[in-house]
């Protein structure tokens, strides 16, 4: 697909460029993301090119476009290229960071309410395999940063008391369900003054706020590029300094660049090391070829890139459009439903919500949670609990079957909600028309006709 020569006005216009079925409207890129057709164009090439020769591509020219996918991802990060390598998701990338640390009988882990159901799932595993005993904050959106901080030290407390060394804490960057900007930065500051690890579950990270490894120095961040760069599914960056690369020895699957302890047998070099080749270190050869496995998505970044760069104008008019239209299109919804926008407790006049400086929205639906019989004031129906998750499945259904389009809805705290993803083919009008979609199923709700 040929590109314009100039950039392209976000909105309707971008529409060109994406392969949506027209009937479709794409409002839940947070879910799954998508790539454009020039970068599809390109993935389809590096396909046939492995098709063609199979082993010149394999042992040879896929890590040539490895190593220059590694330079520019770096760069939109700002980290050196020897710390960054290519993992097939963020859940991946946290459960490799996880299971190489080793958790031993009196180490624990601390995660947060609002982790990522799959990273929790990676730590419950862990624990029923060896000896992580994992410990959370608990809490309810919206909360205060300082409320936060306070109940993360108390947990953290609390865990030595018990004679538990606290080793690590996962943390997000932009929390998925509910959608919001997470005090991340906060995080990594007081994980450093307690001497704990911070891994950074960055799924909604790259291509979505701005990042800067060297000001941020987490000792861990992973983050999907198909979320939010625009690669092909499924591809994200694993990042990690070189003051913690000796913590990685394996990848998952272990492949062919297990880095063995001292007393382990001695294994075999990789099948693929070429002697001829740019000496790497072990932590880039650790992971530059995990198994025979599709990997072509990585190599797409460079296309991507390009594509943000001479399609989109650039990263900081991306972000700064998907940040602007996720705040118009949160009140739009807010207003139509006569709700309100997730963000922190009594926000002083004319106080910016950090909560909401991100391209995702949450959006409380009329429709209260309580085991009683007594409405609930302000909303439209009034669900037990039981009834809940058949709620937000009627309307999720309904919304793919009915209208052709779809955004996650969801129980948090005594209310339902609902999840906005902004981004640069989408416009105001989109998330209006969806405010009345919702205004009509949740009136379906309240009548019973679900």
Known sequence: MTIASEPTPFGKPMLKYWAFDPSYKNLNNGSFGAHPLPVRDVHRAFLDLADKRPDTYIRKLHADYLEQARIEVAEVINAPKDECVFVKNATTGVYTVLYNLKFQADETAILF??????????????QEHGTLKYRKVKFTYPIGEDELEKRFREVVRKAREEGLKVKAAVFDIIVSNPG?????????????????LSVIDGAHGIGHIKLDMSILQPDFFVSNCHKWLYTPRSCAVLYVPKRNQHHLRSTVPTSWGFIAGDASPATGASVLKDPSSPQKTPFEELF????????????????????????????????????????????????ILA???LQEPDLKPGEVSNMRRCAMSTVRL????????????????TISVDEASRAFAFIQRTLMQEYDTFVPTFQHGPWLWTRLSAQTWLEKSDFEWLGGVLHELCGRIARKEY
């Open 288 to 335: 530059e070829f995990v198994a025979t496995t599709d990997d072509s998505p990585y190599v797409c970044v460079p296309a991507a890139l390009k594509f943000r760069r001479e399609v989109c104008g650039g990263e900081d008019a991306i972000i700064a459009y998907n940040e602007k239209l996720a705040n118009e299109a949160g009140d739009a919804v807010a207003k």
């Open 366 to 381: 009329p429709i209260a949670v309580a085991d009683g019989t007594d409405p609930v004031p302000g909303a439209m129906a």
């Open 113 to 126: 309410d609002g982790v990522y159901g799959a990273v929790e799932k990676g730590a419950v595993s862990l």
């Open 180 to 196: 919001l900007r997470f005090p991340f930065e906060r995080f990594i500051r007081v994980c450093r003054e307690e001497g704990i």
């Open 339 to 341: 709700t309100e926008v």
